[in-house]
């Protein structure tokens, strides 16, 4: 096996302690789980807790930084066009002379090719093994192409551009969800899942103020209207820091040159001793044996059905600025109204992801905001008067996005092994998920408008299609820890060796599916 492949050891999940460190049950049943590395023998639990808690800042450090704000610039480059279509005197649809239908195929046809690339980019990735080349590279390629949007002059050049950036971009949020998987245990995922989906809140909250900047600043300089302005200003940032990220990303624990020996060792034994092994199957079973295995795995389309539920009802954030417009302000205040509910958003879904990690609890952290969701949008289809249609728009994106950061970090943690399979989940959830942005652009066009009542219907029967399916899933889950209590085999579970065991006892390994 090579290094990079051999350092793709499984992510992990706190599996309901109060204490997430790693030396939290007795050492030698740990021990005998994932024996100590030789840097690490002779240490004692405190020493060894001290050490870890110093790693995982540093891979905080060096990873969280800059993946966050890489997706934020790949949030911004996918949904600028919702603040194009405001921006400049004329704003980007009469510009171009589109209409309604037309605008939203622009903002729909990119769902398409990001639906196309997510599972094969991510397979890819399992394989290739250097993200720290394969993202930053994805990145330039599609800053260039968002970036030539500034120089469309059609409605067809924007579609052609629009699908070939969605199939570029595909590459970049799943993948970061399966590289985050390889860093960090499963107790530590859901908030820097949660830290990495706050790129597009950011994103969110900046898009409608750089827009209302460029707006009132730049609208008509060197002949250009603001809506060229954003594209091309957005697109150059974006290639600027993917060539940084070449010299900063790290690939894999067991390549990585800023860490010290012991503590690439201490990186790689406690990914093993929170999952019970080191993930090796996918040399014996070949590059696509994950994506079968999650095609077979029931507990894919329970996550595929709690997911899809939740993007359809966010899907109002492609259109947020039409939205927010309905209120009746101009057009600066309008984007900069667009502001205040990403930045609330930002806030809750970061706490929310940390609680859930803290618990070790996923279900309710997942379906109380889905609650707080189906409020908001009942709220906007009711009524049309500013106060409480505001209210709602502030509340929308702070709930769906709680339960949408704490939805992708389940994933990961229920579907486990090997990989590859982990990989394809990922991808294959948040690619179908996504071809919800597909249908709902068209219930955001002007014939709808302005109290869009039909498309806050829609995300009302989403938003229950996703607590149901989050309620099956922990159905689910909680009959197959009872499986795992009484010791019986659970597919898919690490069933190493254990003390006192005969190696098929998921109960000896301590793993357990969060709930």
């Known amino acids: 096996m090579s290094a990079a492949r051999s350092s793709f050891v499984t992510q992990p999940v706190n599996m309901g302690l109060k204490d997430p460190a790693l030396f939290t049950e007795d050492a030698a049943s740990i021990v005998e789980v994932a024996p100590l590395p030789d840097t690490l023998q002779g240490l004692s639990k405190d020493e060894i807790r001290m050490l870890e808690k110093k790693l995982v800042r540093r891979i905080d450090f060096r990873l969280l930084p800059t993946l966050v704000v890489m997706y934020i610039l790949n949030y911004l480059d996918r949904n600028n066009i919702a603040s194009a279509r405001l921006a400049g005197k004329l704003g980007m649809q009469k510009e171009l002379g589109m209409t309604s239908t037309q605008f939203s195929t622009c903002v729909s046809i990119l769902f398409v090719g990001y639906i196309l690339a997510q599972v094969p980019s991510n397979l890819l990735l399992s394989k290739f093994g250097k993200p720290a080349i394969y993202l930053p590279t994805v990145m330039i390629v599609w800053g260039i192409i968002s970036g030539s949007t500034a120089a469309a002059h059609s409605y067809g050049a924007v579609v052609a551009i629009r699908f070939c ?231 929308m994106p702070a709930s769906f996005y709680m339960s949408f950061v704490v939805t992708l970090a389940w994933i990961s943690n229920t579907l486990v092994r090997p990989q590859s399979k982990r990989a394809a989940s990922l991808a294959l959830i948040n690619c179908l998920s996504n071809t919800t942005s597909i249908y709902a652009s068209y219930m955001y066009t002007s014939n709808f408008g302005p109290g869009y009542t039909i498309a806050f219907i829609v995300n009302c029967v989403t938003a229950v299609m996703a607590i149901s399916s989050a309620l099956g899933l922990r159905i689910v889950l909680g009959r197959l820890n009872k499986k795992l209590d009484r010791g019986e085999y659970v597919p898919g579970v690490p069933m190493g060796a254990a003390a006192g065991g005969n190696g098929k006892d998921g109960k000896q390994k301590g793993f357990r599916f969060l709930l």
């Open 165 to 395: 950036l969605g199939f570029v971009e595909a590459a970049y949020f799943p993948g970061c969800l399966f590289f985050l998987s390889c860093w960090y245990t499963r107790s530590e995922l859901g908030l820097r899942t949660a830290l990495l989906y706050s790129g597009s809140l950011i994103s969110g909250a900046f898009s409608g103020l750089i827009s209302a900047g460029l707006t009132a600043g730049m609208d008509g300089i060197k002949g250009l209207s603001a809506w060229r302005w954003i594209f091309l200003l957005e697109g150059i940032a974006t290639v600027v820091v993917a060539t940084a990220a070449f010299f900063i990303l790290p690939n894999f624990p067991t390549t990585t040159k800023w860490l010290s020996e012991q503590e690439r060792q201490l990186a790689v034994y406690r990914l093993q001793a929170d999952v019970g092994e080191a993930e090796t199957e996918d040399e014996q079973f070949g590059f696509f044996h994950g994506f079968i295995l999650c095609l077979k795995d029931y507990k894919t389309y329970l996550l595929l059905g709690t997911l899809f539920g939740i993007t359809s009802s966010a899907s109002v954030t492609n259109f947020f600025p039409t939205v927010v417009a309905t209120l009746g302000y101009n057009k600066i205040n309008t984007l900069l109204l667009t502001a205040p509910p990403y930045i609330l958003a930002f806030i809750t879904a970061s706490f929310n992801a940390w609680h859930a990690d803290k618990t070790g609890e996923r279900f309710f952290h997942i379906v109380l905001p889905l609650c707080v969701s189906l409020v908001a949008f009942i709220l906007a289809a009711a009524t049309k008067a500013t106060a409480p249609r505001y209210v709602a728009m502030m509340l």
